[in-house]
């Protein structure tokens, strides 16, 4: 049996200065929607930590599609 079967994956986690960097805005407004619970977020404790792909699920369902 290979030991590496059986860990179980821990997702990578973005703290909200990472995750500013990343969409190019400010940790100030990452921490507003958080706020406004307007992205998803887990907490870890009293830490805030973004998954990427549920991240990346919330902004396709705010991607605005160019008219033709």
Same mark, same amino acid.
């Given at each position: 049996?290979? @030991?590496?079967?059986?860990? /179980?994956?821990? %997702?990578?986690?973005?703290? @909200?200065? /990472? *995750? /500013? /960097?990343? *969409? ?8 507003? *929607? ?5 992205? %998803? ?10 998954? %990427? ?14 008219? @033709?």
């Amino acid at each position: 049996m290979n @030991p590496k079967q059986n860990k /179980a994956e821990i %997702p990578v986690l973005l703290d @909200p200065s /990472a *995750l /500013a /960097a990343h *969409l190019g805005t400010t940790e100030r407004h990452i921490r507003r *929607l958080v706020s406004e619970r307007r992205i %998803p977020y887990v907490k870890v404790g009293r830490f805030v930590r973004f998954e %990427p792909a549920a991240v990346t699920e919330w902004l396709d369902r705010w991607t605005v599609e160019a008219r @033709p």
